[in-house]
């Protein structure tokens, strides 16, 4: 019987937050950093996980409602977090296209120092040249070079970790602790992304190098996490589809020589609590209708259609124009597949089931939702996880900071009363949490 993994997203500015609740906290306070953390610690989870941005997205020329809290540095967050948390991994979203490899990598070795071998690095790529113009060097990468750029970023990073043999750092008593110099290995690398020569400032980490986690699912995105992560991120929500993406992974770390038990998969999944079902399928409905009011439904199907859809009633059926291919109408966001196409595939749903705009977007923005009381929550994680349809899920709760305590109190123990899950950390390091079953 597998057991199960958990993690959490922290949920600062993603369409799963309702931030304009009552009862929501700061986006942005190092207190609410701290009690999402120390809750997921409480519950054993493997990570703590913290997304990045690079820019404010814009939506007309205006800033994105999900982004009016601001986005604050990652490494400073997660190195605070360091000293408030005693053993939960501490994961964050660096970008391989607008940084360089030599100060990632003295980044994350300074991070697992200083929280004793708990650092995981989420590798994501970019080409996007509206993020791009925050830096010196602008869009200056075309989109089929990102992966590219990626594997030779990793590769010139995993050289300055690599650089400190264990012994050269020497304690002499009669001049005092220094390095051997001859124990240090140059850092030397000559390829089209990188001309490095260099040292590392410091040794590696109580883990070597940091967990390495990967969110793209493109066939090049799959590729590259086959190849290198120890955990894969997914949005693939159905059972049948987490199937399908699990052994696709699976079979792409094995083919790459790697033991494909060593890559983990987390799909992202919301979750609804309640004393019934039918209390939490009520609350289930009330959230989503706060996640997308009228006025977020039409922006959402403007970044698909590309044109001011601002006429149109959120209660009423979907446009019957057809989308102009402008992508500049929203910038900043990930955009999936043909918007024709994805239009097409919208009516088809709407007119099969019946929905407005609003009910469209909100059926198909939701990402896995566990909605029920405790024992169904449980029931459900462990369907996905003996069937392979992942390893475990990273948690997004819906309100800031004290959505995860619930789960916490109500689903982990359960999980533990049937041997699902661990009782305590038995080991130290965020590679050794990923690594217990």
């Given at each position: 019987?597998?057991?199960?993994?958990?993690?959490?997203?922290?949920?600062?500015?993603?369409?799963?937050?309702?931030?304009?609740?009552?009862?929501a906290g700061s986006q942005i306070a190092f207190e609410s950093f701290v009690h999402l953390a120390r809750t997921a610690e409480r519950g054993l989870f493997d990570f703590f996980f913290l997304a990045e941005g690079l820019r404010l997205?814009?939506?007309?020329?205006?800033?994105?409602?999900?982004?009016?809290?601001?986005?604050?540095?990652?490494?400073?967050?997660?190195?605070?977090?360091?000293?408030?948390?005693?053993?939960?991994?501490?994961?964050?979203?660096?970008?391989?296209?607008?940084?360089?490899?030599?100060?990632?990598?003295?980044?994350?070795?300074?991070?697992?120092?200083?929280?004793?071998?708990?650092?995981?690095?989420?590798?994501?790529?970019?080409?996007?040249?509206?993020?791009?113009?925050?830096?010196?060097?602008?869009?200056?990468?075309?989109?089929?070079?990102?992966?590219?750029?990626?594997?030779?970023?990793?590769?010139?990073?995993?050289?300055?970790?690599?650089?400190?043999?264990?012994?050269?750092?020497?304690?002499?008593?009669?001049?005092?602790?220094?390095?051997?110099?001859?124990?240090?290995?140059?850092?030397?690398?000559?390829?089209?992304?990188?001309?490095?020569?260099?040292?590392?400032?410091?040794?590696?980490?109580?883990?070597?190098?940091?967990?390495?986690?990967?969110?793209?699912?493109?066939?090049?995105?799959?590729?590259?996490?086959?190849?290198?992560?120890?955990?894969?991120?997914?949005?693939?929500?159905?059972?049948?589809?987490?199937?399908?993406?699990?052994?696709?992974?699976?079979?792409?770390?094995?083919?790459?020589?790697?033991?494909?038990?060593?890559?983990?998969?987390?799909?992202?999944?919301?979750?609804?609590?309640g004393d019934t079902a039918d209390e939490a399928a009520e609350k289930a409905e009330y959230i989503r209708r706060q996640q997308v009011s009228g006025p977020t439904a039409i922006t959402m199907l403007e970044q698909v259609w590309g044109?001011?859809?601002?006429?149109?009633?959120?209660?009423?059926?979907?446009?019957?124009?057809?989308?102009?291919?402008?992508?500049?109408?929203?910038?900043?966001?990930?955009?999936?597949?043909?918007?024709?196409?994805?239009?097409?595939?919208?009516?088809?749903?709407?007119?099969?089931?019946?929905?407005?705009?609003?009910?469209?977007?909100?059926?198909?923005t939701s990402r896995q939702q566990f909605v029920g009381t405790a024992t169904h929550i449980a029931d459900e994680i462990d369907r996905y996880v003996q069937a392979d349809a992942c390893d475990g899920f990273i948690m997004v709760p819906?309100?800031?900071?004290?959505?995860?305590?619930?789960?916490?109190?109500?689903?982990?123990?359960?999980?533990?009363?049937?041997?699902?899950?661990?009782?305590?950390?038995?080991?130290?390091?965020?590679?050794?949490?990923?690594?217990?079953?």
């Amino acid at each position: 019987m597998k057991q199960i993994h958990l993690a959490v997203h922290f949920p600062g500015v993603n369409n799963a937050t309702v931030w304009a609740d009552p009862t929501a906290g700061s986006q942005i306070a190092f207190e609410s950093f701290v009690h999402l953390a120390r809750t997921a610690e409480r519950g054993l989870f493997d990570f703590f996980f913290l997304a990045e941005g690079l820019r404010l997205r814009e939506h007309r020329g205006r800033i994105h409602d999900l982004d009016v809290v601001g986005r604050p540095d990652t490494f400073t967050v997660l190195a605070a977090l360091a000293g408030a948390t005693d053993r939960i991994g501490l994961t964050g979203t660096i970008n391989t296209t607008f940084n360089e490899p030599f100060e990632v990598a003295r980044q994350f070795a300074t991070l697992d120092h200083l929280s004793e071998g708990r650092a995981g690095w989420n590798i994501v790529t970019s080409s996007d040249a509206f993020t791009g113009a925050n830096f010196r060097r602008g869009g200056f990468l075309d989109h089929a070079d990102r992966y590219r750029r990626a594997e030779e970023f990793l590769a010139v990073a995993r050289g300055f970790w690599d650089s400190w043999a264990a012994d050269a750092v020497v304690a002499d008593v009669d001049t005092g602790i220094y390095v051997d110099p001859s124990h240090i290995k140059t850092v030397e690398h000559s390829g089209p992304q990188f001309q490095v020569r260099g040292l590392a400032t410091l040794p590696a980490g109580p883990q070597g190098r940091p967990v390495l986690l990967q969110a793209g699912d493109s066939d090049e995105g799959r590729t590259f996490g086959a190849r290198h992560a120890d955990a894969m991120f997914t949005l693939h929500g159905s059972l049948e589809n987490g199937q399908r993406y699990y052994a696709d992974v699976k079979a792409r770390a094995a083919a790459a020589g790697r033991n494909p038990d060593e890559l983990k998969v987390f799909p992202a999944a919301t979750f609804v609590l309640g004393d019934t079902a039918d209390e939490a399928a009520e609350k289930a409905e009330y959230i989503r209708r706060q996640q997308v009011s009228g006025p977020t439904a039409i922006t959402m199907l403007e970044q698909v259609w590309g044109r001011d859809l601002s006429d149109y009633d959120p209660d009423g059926p979907l446009p019957d124009v057809e989308p102009t291919g402008d992508t500049s109408i929203t910038q900043g966001r990930v955009r999936h597949g043909d918007p024709v196409a994805l239009a097409h595939r919208y009516r088809e749903r709407a007119a099969a089931e019946g929905l407005s705009i609003r009910e469209l977007v909100i059926a198909v923005t939701s990402r896995q939702q566990f909605v029920g009381t405790a024992t169904h929550i449980a029931d459900e994680i462990d369907r996905y996880v003996q069937a392979d349809a992942c390893d475990g899920f990273i948690m997004v709760p819906h309100l800031n900071p004290h959505g995860l305590d619930e789960f916490v109190d109500q689903v982990v123990p359960l999980l533990q009363e049937r041997g699902l899950y661990r009782a305590e950390y038995t080991g130290r390091t965020l590679r050794e949490h990923l690594a217990s079953d």
